[in-house]
C-alpha cells in the first residue's frame, strides 16, 4: 500500500477513535513508539531520523489499534508506518504533541489561568470534545487571545462525530442547562487561578445561585446572596448624606444616558442556537453611575434611576411644550374675536 493510502487511512480511521471506537486490523504486530519526535519520510513524525521498512510485511500483521489525528494536523496512535528498529521491523505508536495551551486530554494549562483578584480574569468557551459540548474555562485576561487562538486550533482538528452535545461545563465540573442564557460566574479561586461555576459565586460562608449577587458592605454586616438583581436597600434608615438631585444634575444623567451604545449579544458560554440578550456593554459606558465600582457588573438600581431623571426631565420639557401651545391658542382666539369675522 502507498504512502498516501496509509495517511488517507489514518484520518479515516482517527474519527473513529474520537467517537470512542476503533478499527481492527487483525492480529497486533510488534511496534516501537518513538514519541513525539518520532518521524522520518513516512508523513506522519516530526522529522525525525526513523527510517521506513522495505515492506509493510515486514512488521507482521497490522495492529489493531486505532490512530487519532492530533491538534497540529499530524498523525498520532497507530500511524500506519512500519519502521526500522534495533530490533528489527516494528508497527510506529506516536503520542501526539502536546498543544500550546492544551494538555493531551485537553486540559488547560494552569499558567494561563494565574490571578490575584477575579479583575485578572475572563471567560473562554472551547469545545470539549468531537460532540460540540463546549467548556467555559476561567482565563487571566493577559492570556484570552493566546487561549482563543488555542481553542480555534483544537476545534478545527476535532472530528464531527454526530453524537449528542452536551451542556456547557465550568471549571469546576459544574454545567448549565440547554437554553440557559445565564453565564457562569466567575473568581479567582483560593489557588490563585481563574475558575468559573455554573453553581454561582461564592460569598461568605454560602453559595450564590445563578442569578443571585453576592452584597457585602454596609448594610450587610456578612457576605449575603440577594435576588432579583442587585443589592440595593432603599429605606432612609439604611443611608446617610442623602442629597436630591437638582434640575442640572438630571439633565446631565438625561444626557449621558441618551449615549448609551445599545447592543445585542450572546454570552461566550452560549451556542449560537441561543436567544440574543439587548444592553448595553460596560466597556463602552464606563465609569457610569449605571456600572459597580468593581466595573465587572451592571448597577441596575443606578441605570434605572437614570432612565427615571431622563423621563422627569422630558416629562417638564413636554409640560412646557404644553403650557406654549396653550398660551398660542389662546392668543390666536383672542385675535380673532377682536377682529371679529371675517366678510
Not at 479515516?12 to 481492527?24: D, F, K, P, Q
Not at 461545563?169 to 459544574?174: E, N
Not at 490563585?192 to 454586616?221: D, L, Q
Not at 446631565?252 to 444616558?257: A, P
Request: aromatic letters at 4%.
Amino acid at each position: 500500500m502507498h504512502r498516501s493510502s496509509w495517511v488517507a487511512f489514518g484520518f479515516a480511521v482517527s474519527i473513529a477513535a474520537a467517537c470512542g471506537g476503533s478499527v481492527s486490523l487483525g492480529e497486533i504486530g510488534p511496534s516501537v513508539t518513538p514519541g513525539a519526535d518520532g518521524g522520518g519520510e513516512g508523513g506522519g513524525g516530526d522529522g525525525g531520523t526513523t527510517t521506513e521498512c522495505a515492506s509493510k510485511t515486514d512488521c507482521g500483521p497490522a495492529p489493531g489499534a486505532a490512530a487519532i489525528q492530533c491538534s497540529d494536523g499530524s498523525l498520532g496512535g497507530n500511524t500506519g508506518r512500519c519502521l526500522k528498529t534495533p530490533a528489527g521491523c516494528a508497527w510506529e505508536q506516536r503520542e501526539c504533541p502536546p498543544d500550546a495551551c492544551f494538555d493531551s486530554s485537553g486540559v488547560l494549562d494552569p499558567s494561563l489561568k494565574k490571578c490575584t483578584s477575579a479583575k485578572d480574569c475572563t471567560i473562554v468557551t472551547f469545545q470539549r470534545d468531537c460532540c460540540g459540548t463546549q467548556r467555559a474555562a476561567g482565563v487571566a485576561t493577559a492570556n484570552q487571545a493566546k487561549v482563543e487562538k488555542c481553542a480555534a486550533d483544537r476545534a478545527a482538528a476535532l472530528p464531527k462525530c454526530g453524537c449528542p452535545t452536551g451542556p456547557a461545563v465550568a471549571d469546576d465540573g459544574s454545567s448549565t442547562t440547554f437554553g440557559s442564557s445565564v453565564p457562569p460566574s466567575l473568581t479567582c479561586n483560593g489557588a490563585g487561578r481563574c475558575e468559573t461555576s455554573f453553581t454561582g459565586e461564592v460569598c461568605g460562608a454560602a453559595t450564590c445561585k445563578p442569578g443571585e449577587a453576592c452584597c457585602s458592605g454596609t448594610p450587610f454586616p456578612t457576605p449575603t446572596c440577594v435576588g432579583n438583581g442587585g443589592c440595593p436597600i432603599s429605606q432612609r434608615k439604611m443611608k446617610k448624606d442623602i442629597a436630591y438631585l437638582s434640575e442640572a444634575d438630571r439633565e446631565r444623567l438625561k444626557d449621558e444616558l441618551l449615549r448609551f451604545p445599545l447592543a445585542t449579544y450572546r454570552y461566550k458560554s452560549e451556542g449560537e442556537g441561543d436567544p440574543q440578550h439587548l444592553g448595553f456593554i460596560i466597556d463602552d459606558v464606563a465609569p457610569s453611575p449605571a456600572v459597580q465600582p468593581s466595573g465587572e457588573r451592571v448597577d441596575m438600581y443606578g441605570y434605572q434611576t437614570m432612565a427615571v431623571a431622563a423621563l422627569q426631565v422630558q416629562a417638564r420639557e413636554l409640560a412646557a411644550l404644553r403650557r406654549e401651545l396653550d398660551e398660542v391658542k389662546a392668543a390666536c382666539a383672542s385675535a380673532s374675536k377682536v377682529s371679529g369675522p371675517r366678510r
